[in-house]
């Protein structure tokens, strides 16, 4: 049996872990009426990054989400799942180029699961270091993908990356840490 997709899910921004909540319950609900050999729903997560902030003069850690206002879902029935979808009562729109539901890229998903493990689906923060105006990253996620750096904050320890979710190109921003060259 093939494995199931991870797909796009369009949500009210801020509501991401909510409505993960929400998916999972109705989902779970499903399964339950239907007694179905395959859940319709094997995972449903708002994927976050972690990143530092600098707080009274000290450096602590924080988590902010990937992608605002989107949550992925890992399904092998899109369709079923979206028509679901659409009898909530709150938004959530399964994203679809035409009229095919098409999962995440295998890079893009590769990526994410690299870093991530299923029920934490956090990517942690990169470390690198400037010489001149080449960007090197020792540490991380983005450690040889810088590539996918379209700029930097240093101040905000933020890098700002570019990913491809069902062909279109969303800016987002994952941590990253400028030390001094060891």
Same mark, same amino acid.
């Given at each position: 049996m093939h494995r199931p997709g991870w797909y796009v899910v369009q949500v009210q921004t801020g509501r991401e872990t909510q409505m993960c909540e929400r998916i999972e319950q109705r989902c779970?609900?499903?399964?339950?009426?239907?007694?179905?050999?395959?859940?319709?729903l094997q995972e449903c997560f708002s994927p976050r990054f972690r990143t530092q902030i600098?707080?009274?003069?000290?450096?602590?850690?924080?988590?902010?989400?990937?992608?605002?206002g989107y %949550?992925?879902?890992? *399904?092998?029935?899109?369709?079923?799942?979206?028509?679901e979808l659409r009898k909530m009562s709150e938004f959530a729109l399964?994203?679809?180029? !035409?009229? *095919?539901?098409?999962?995440?890229?295998d890079d893009e998903r590769a990526w994410m699961e690299e870093f991530t493990e299923e029920g934490k689906r956090t990517i942690p923060m990169s470390?690198?270091?400037?010489?001149g105006d080449t960007? %090197?990253? *020792?540490? !991380?996620p983005l450690k040889?993908?810088?590539?996918?750096?379209t700029r930097i904050s240093r101040k905000k320890s933020l890098a700002y990356v570019?990913?491809?979710?069902? !062909?279109?190109?969303? @800016? @987002? *921003? %994952? !941590?990253?840490?400028?030390?001094?060259?060891a």
């Open positions: 779970a609900e499903l399964d339950e009426q239907r007694d179905a050999d395959i859940p319709l600098k707080f009274r003069g000290e450096w602590r850690y924080k988590e902010k989400a990937l992608l605002p %949550v992925i879902v890992v *399904t092998r029935r899109p369709v079923e799942l979206s028509h399964l994203l679809e180029a !035409g009229e *095919t539901f098409v999962p995440l890229r470390f690198g270091y400037r010489e960007l %090197v990253v *020792t540490k !991380g040889g993908r810088e590539g996918m750096i570019e990913l491809h979710v069902n !062909g279109v190109r969303i @800016t @987002t *921003t %994952v !941590g990253l840490g400028i030390v001094p060259k």
